[in-house]
């Protein structure tokens, strides 16, 4: 069976330019979450989703973070324009239970963002 | 702000000794859960202990919850190489339907 599948691995881009990473969940995984983890820390939820529906977005900067999930499957995650304080770990994990906090989340490798 | 405290930050042991992680929090809880993340990965779940449960066991792992000192720890029995990693533990907190984590205990396990 196959992880959650994150894409880029890495990017480096200048302050003020976009970027999107995306998340494919384990198949049959309703929720989905968008993590951002600085160095030395742990994950901080910045959206979950559940099937289409983002049902807690309220850690995310929506001034310049958004992102969907079209069809309930893939999710992008997009900023615009980027900070160098937005310089993290980007992390997307799923999970089969309808909030997730009965069992464990699934994590994909991460997307590193390095902002200059 | 993340809900969970792991104590030490970071550990330094030799292969084939125990390990022992602590995490308090705050809040009354439905479970809690611990991760490993190995350098430059995602991380893997290891082992959910929920509030009405003090002690769990998986392999080399055995995880004891106190509800009353709101406090959890983490124990790696014989400990090997392949152990090295960042550990964290992630709260359910009771009505606030959201995991929040802690920032985590850096494990070296020395061959």
């Known amino acids: 069976e196959a992880g959650v599948v994150q894409s880029p691995r890495y990017k480096i881009i200048e302050k003020k330019q976009p970027v999107a990473f995306w998340c494919n969940p384990i198949?049959?995984?309703?929720?989905l979450y968008w993590y951002l983890q600085n160095l030395g820390q742990g994950p901080e939820l910045l959206i979950r989703y559940e099937n289409e529906e983002a049902v807690d977005d309220s850690q995310l900067p929506k001034d310049r973070f958004s992102a969907e999930r079209l069809k309930g499957v893939d999710s992008t995650l997009k900023i615009q324009p980027a900070e160098l304080g937005d310089s993290a770990v980007y992390l997307c994990a799923s999970s089969p239970y309808e909030t997730g906090l009965d069992g464990e989340l699934f994590f994909g490798e991460g997307s590193r963002l390095t902002v200059l | 702000s993340q809900q969970g405290e792991e104590d030490p930050q970071a550990l330094s042991i030799q292969e084939g000794e125990n390990a022992t992680m602590n995490c308090s929090y705050k809040t009354s809880i439905n479970n809690l859960q611990w991760y490993r993340q190995n350098s430059g990965r995602g991380l893997v779940h290891l082992i959910l202990?929920?509030?009405?449960?003090r002690e769990k066991h998986s392999g080399r792992l055995r995880v004891t919850l106190d509800t009353s000192k709101k406090s959890s720890s983490l124990l790696i029995t014989a400990s090997r190489a392949a152990d090295t990693a960042s550990y964290f533990c992630?709260?359910?907190?009771?009505?606030?339907?959201?995991?929040?984590f802690g920032a985590g205990t850096i494990l070296r396990v020395k061959s």
């Open positions: 202990i929920r509030s009405n449960e």
């Open positions: 198949s049959g995984h309703n929720t």
């Open positions: 992630a709260t359910d907190r009771e009505y606030g339907n959201k995991l929040v």
